[in-house]
């Protein structure tokens, strides 16, 4: 924490975490410490009429206990001047005063970070494909960012970590709020392998208007951003259009249903000029050349080569240590052998509520069930994804192939 961190904490109680217009009355000070000198003596000259009784009520005593609260929570928080606040945030239009997190935002500017978001409600298909997509990405060193709900999103944050990669989510609450309901073992396994951000104030809830505003920061802190699978109407599109404002690069796995309007808004990305991602190559060839130092070239998929080189159209630079390139056409993806599941001791259920602890023992009572078994005969009154997410995470139950779970 900055010593000008207390100031932007003002600032942000002032305005609210992502009023643009603190920006405004901000350019008219050589500082934030200037801004507050001048507010603190009665000088509201820059303050707009709807804003100076938030002003008057942000007092150094409310950011004090702030503070308190965030240290007390293991909270950490950058502010825009901190040496750490990313520059891919800084420079969007309207960007945080200050950023919460649960776990360190380090080299942020200098990693390859890919933003991967999508539908709550995936096919199995798009299940399968982003999992191994994502899977390989945080294998070849990409840290995946992406938000936090149910669905695909939480698909990508667990491939990465079950990939050993690092994770960021963006909140549209604050950290220490109950979103995603009962996303506590998701938000602690992210804090592990990453961090979780948020702009809001700690116990801050969520508004429609707070997730559009948090796909900036989402799309803002990656690369590039990939839709996995989305509507037309679905809010990856949201995170795709701040991407595309901001500059970066919009990757899509194209359907494999052309007239599933559950892939509507990607095709319609697709033909702006979206770049389609059949296996993780096509997007690790957009950073490669320029980010070979922050790649693990010993990940499984930079060994998949072909008579052009290992990406085709980068063929004359290969970072890779010398090694002949085949002399057969590019090999067909296999999926690879599944291994027999082997049995495990029966998990303690002490401690799970009511919902997890029955759809743990339907899955104890039929050994690999399928995802849709486990909807029909348990209790709906749980958000399964979440559920099983957080399963996994605590190592009670495992997901295999095809949308199944065992024990």
Request: glycine share 8%; proline share 6%.
């Amino acid at each position: 924490m900055t010593e000008s961190t207390k100031y932007w904490l003002w600032l942000t109680l002032a305005y609210g975490p992502a009023n643009s217009r603190k920006w405004n009355f901000l350019s008219h000070y050589n500082s934030v410490e200037d801004a507050y000198r001048h507010v603190s003596e009665g000088d509201f000259t820059n303050v707009l009429p709807q804003d100076k009784r938030a002003m008057e009520l942000a007092t150094m005593s409310r950011v004090d206990d702030l503070i308190s609260e965030c240290e007390k929570n293991r909270v950490t928080v950058y502010s825009y001047d901190d040496p750490d606040f990313p520059d891919r945030l800084r420079e969007i239009y309207n960007p945080p005063s200050v950023l919460f997190t649960l776990g360190r935002l380090d080299h942020v500017d200098e990693t390859v970070i890919i933003t991967a978001v999508g539908t709550r409600k995936p096919d199995d298909y798009s299940r399968a494909i982003s999992s191994r997509l994502i899977g390989e990405l945080a294998n070849a060193g990409v840290t995946i960012a992406s938000g936090c709900a149910s669905g695909l999103d939480s698909v990508s944050l667990v491939s990465a970590i079950k990939s050993g990669g690092k994770v960021y989510t963006v909140l549209p609450c604050g950290l220490l709020y109950d979103y995603p309901k009962n996303s506590g073992a998701m938000k602690k396994a992210v804090s592990a392998h990453g961090a979780v951000i948020s702009e809001y104030l700690p116990h801050s809830g969520t508004t429609s208007l707070n997730f559009r505003l948090r796909n900036r920061i989402l799309s803002a802190i990656g690369l590039g951003t990939l839709i996995l699978q989305a509507g037309s109407s679905s809010g990856s599109l949201s995170t795709a259009n701040f991407a595309l404002s901001q500059g970066k690069d919009i990757f899509c796995v194209p359907p494999h249903n052309l007239y599933d309007d559950s892939y509507s808004g990607v095709i319609s990305l697709l033909r702006d000029g979206a770049i389609p991602v059949f296996d993780s190559r096509d997007i690790l060839n957009e950073y490669y050349s320029v980010y070979a130092h922050r790649l693990n070239y010993s990940a499984d998929i930079f060994s998949q080569r072909s008579e052009s080189g290992l990406f085709g159209k980068n063929k004359n630079q290969d970072p890779m240590p010398a090694r002949q390139p085949q002399k057969k056409s590019r090999p067909e993806p296999k999926e690879p052998a599944e291994q027999p599941i082997e049995p495990r001791p029966a998990p303690d259920l002490s401690g799970l509520s009511d919902g997890r602890r029955r759809i743990v023992e339907y899955i104890l009572a039929n050994g690999v069930v399928l995802f849709d078994e486990i909807a029909e005969n348990v209790d709906g009154t749980v958000d399964l994804e979440t559920a099983l997410t957080e399963l996994e995470l605590d190592g009670i139950i495992r997901s295999l192939s095809g949308n199944r779970y065992t024990i």
